[in-house]
């Protein structure tokens, strides 16, 4: 479905002056930022464990196929590692990226004015400084991919249309 707006193109894998009609993947479109921010067309979602894009598109707007507006929306390109992982993919993610997952990755202490949820990378030896594990910061990583925008289901076939239209000016 994501793709059956995008142009064709004549592309000759071979060189060898035989073309195939293929679909122009190289066509981009964005949300824009002001879009992605206007409360209005927007709710704030929380992906559970192993939920995948499809899931969500399903759930909110009753087709998996529109997982595509899912990741658009969220500005995700890479649905494996942009997207949050499962409990058992972050522990094998994880424990082959790190040697000793519960080694120190660094040092942090907390902002001591203003929005004190807010944390500062600091030198072992700051005082009040704190060792956040190697699997801890990508926890941290893995829970703000968990909280995600999706658009509102009344303004989805506006989008979808919209997105069309684009895709179809690119030529």
């Known amino acids: 479905m994501y793709f ?53 598109a399903f759930y909110l707007y009753d087709n998996s196929e529109l997982h595509w507006v899912v990741l658009l929306f969220n500005e995700i390109t890479n649905s494996y590692y942009g997207w949050p992982l499962s409990r058992k993919d972050f522990d094998a993610f994880v424990n082959d990226k790190y040697e000793n997952p519960l080694a120190t990755h660094h040092y942090e202490i907390t902002q001591s004015s203003g929005d004190q949820s807010i944390k500062i990378n600091v030198m072992s030896t700051v005082a009040g400084a704190i060792a956040v ?32 239209d684009l895709v179809r000016k690119k030529v």
């Not at 060189?15 to 679909?23: A, D, Q, V």
């Not at 190697?134 to 076939?157: G, H, T």
């Open 4 to 56: 059956n707006p995008f142009p064709t193109i004549e592309y000759d894998p071979t060189g060898s002056g035989y073309t195939n009609k293929i679909k122009d993947i190289t066509t981009r479109v964005k949300v824009k930022q002001w879009v992605r921010n206007k409360a209005a067309l927007f709710a704030k979602y929380d992906v559970h464990d192993a939920m995948t894009p499809e899931m969500v």
């Open 133 to 164: 594990t190697n699997l801890d910061y990508e926890a941290a990583i893995q829970d703000k991919k968990k909280q995600i925008r999706v658009l509102k289901p009344e303004y989805l076939n506006q989008f979808v249309r919209e997105f069309q």
